[in-house]
């Protein structure tokens, strides 16, 4: 095979090097790859509602995931430059600045996402090829038994219907080589207070105490399945509000790919080789069938997503009540369950699944808030925070997206249910911090 020249892998919410198409293909095909990583401004402003996109906790675990993806990439040879930057200025000039051959990045299809991409493909010189993939599904696009437009609108139809029907690729890995031309001086990976935070220390009583990037994921990974064996008692433990490990924490990395789904897919299979499969076992791979149904939503109803009609193009009467929404936010409402989840969310950045949803509940069927406000809100402080699967979800739990039951739920009875004892809403409402 002839070698092309120099090829540049744009990294975006694939912040891993096992697994990664576009950085596979890239070194498949070119002699000499170089990495680059843009913190993106457009996500250190503030949005329509007033609050910023990223807050202390994303960016933090945004900064260890994109340094542990340096040391990772170095180890293959591949320099990362990174830079604090708008990527529709910034790339264009830095594959002119290294005479890119050829760029390779994650295709995304979201409406800011796109609109990025637009505006790059526009500027990049015409001699600089773009080749984009879909690579952040559990099940490939090109793979599933429907076209885009006939994505089912209930999850069981579209689960049963991939299970049947689709097979999972496996993952792809990188070899290491010796590269003639390697650029040996990257740039400096940037810090939280390069960002505009300032430095925190982590909340003793986080259930997330854990480190962004590839290899703390490989490391937790190993724990949930082969070390501790936590996966086979998953489905029982999974709606907890308490510790590290009632539920497996995946959906940090997964958020900003430094695990992919196909990775903690496969590595669920090699455990049932070892250990045999259960309810649990199983329940993990539902889970992440889930994530990919809100990315299919997302691909076929597009910027639906985001508007406040929903999916479905219900009207209801919304209200903006800043004081009602302050005192969400803040933990400042009459409900007990809900202050506590609310306060936890607020001081470490993570809430469990069974708190996220009884919360949205409240926010929108008890105090009829804008649904996109508690979304932006979440958007800006979950570590977790991905955007098909939250703003999926938000619409799901307020009636205008595609729960087919439109259901409620009843904090009080949940409380009960989940935190019988109170030992959950004790650990975050004594705290002296409010």
């Known amino acids: 095979m002839q070698f092309k020249k120099t090829a540049i892998v744009w990294f975006t919410s694939n912040l891993r090097v096992l697994d990664n198409k576009p950085l596979y293909e890239a070194c498949v095909n070119y002699e000499n790859v170089i990495g680059l990583y843009c913190?993106?401004?457009?996500?250190?402003?503030?949005?329509?509602?007033?609050?910023?996109?990223?807050?202390?906790?994303?960016?933090?675990?945004?900064?260890?995931?994109v340094l542990?993806?340096?040391?990772?990439?170095?180890?293959?040879?591949?320099?990362?430059?990174?830079?604090?930057?708008?990527?529709?200025?910034?790339?264009?000039q830095f594959c002119s600045d290294h005479n890119a051959d050829a760029i390779y990045f994650q295709k995304d299809f979201t409406y800011e996402e796109l609109k990025v991409i637009e505006i790059i493909t526009q500027k990049i010189s015409k001699k600089t090829l773009l080749y984009s993939y879909y690579d952040q599904f559990l099940f490939h696009p090109e793979n599933i038994p429907f076209t885009l437009k006939n994505i089912p609108e209930v999850f069981t139809s579209f689960r049963k219907k991939v299970e049947k029907n689709t097979t999972i690729e496996n993952q792809l890995s990188v070899t290491p080589k010796k590269r003639t031309n390697l650029i040996k001086v990257s740039s400096q990976i940037f810090s939280l207070e390069d960002l505009g935070f300032e430095?925190?220390?982590?909340?003793?009583?986080?259930?997330?105490?854990?480190?962004?990037?590839?290899?703390?994921?490989?490391?937790?990974?190993?724990y949930y399945f082969f070390e501790s064996k936590k996966i086979?008692?998953?489905?029982?433990?999974?709606?907890?509000?308490?510790?590290?490990?009632?539920?497996?924490?995946?959906s940090p990395w997964l958020a900003n790919g430094s695990i992919s789904a196909k990775t903690i897919y496969w590595e669920i299979k090699k455990y049932e080789q070892q250990n045999g499969s259960n309810q649990s076992t199983y329940w993990m791979i539902f889970e992440l069938i889930w994530r990919d149904y809100f990315k299919y939503l997302s691909l076929k109803h597009k910027n639906?997503?985001?508007?406040?009609?929903?999916?479905?193009?219900?009207?209801?009467?919304?209200?903006?009540?800043?004081?009602?929404?302050?005192?969400?936010?803040?933990?400042?409402?009459?409900n007990e369950f809900v202050n506590a989840n609310m306060i936890e969310l607020k001081l470490t950045g993570w809430m469990s699944n069974r708190g996220r949803q009884n919360v949205a509940s409240y926010f929108t069927k008890e105090l009829m808030l804008d649904w996109r406000i508690g979304a932006t809100y979440f958007e800006s402080i979950l570590i977790d925070y991905d955007v098909h699967s939250n703003y999926g979800n938000w619409q799901y739990v307020s009636g205008v997206g595609n729960d087919p039951r439109d259901r409620k739920f009843n904090t009080q009875l949940q409380a009960e249910r989940y935190d019988s004892m109170g030992k959950y809403r004790r650990t975050w409402l004594q705290t002296n911090l409010f």
């Open 39 to 65: 913190f993106n401004k457009h996500d250190f402003t503030e949005t329509q509602f007033g609050i910023k996109k990223i807050e202390k906790f994303r960016a933090k675990f945004l900064v260890e995931s």
């Open 68 to 92: 542990d993806l340096s040391k990772n990439l170095k180890k293959l040879n591949i320099s990362l430059f990174c830079y604090f930057d708008f990527p529709e200025d910034f790339i264009p």
């Open 232 to 250: 086979s008692f998953y489905k029982k433990t999974r709606n907890g509000l308490l510790g590290t490990d009632y539920s497996s924490k995946f």
């Open 199 to 222: 430095s925190f220390e982590i909340n003793l009583n986080t259930a997330f105490p854990f480190l962004g990037g590839e290899s703390q994921a490989t490391k937790r990974l190993l």
């Open 304 to 334: 639906n997503l985001f508007k406040l009609e929903g999916i479905k193009q219900i009207n209801y009467h919304w209200k903006k009540d800043s004081n009602l929404i302050q005192s969400w936010i803040n933990g400042k409402t009459s």
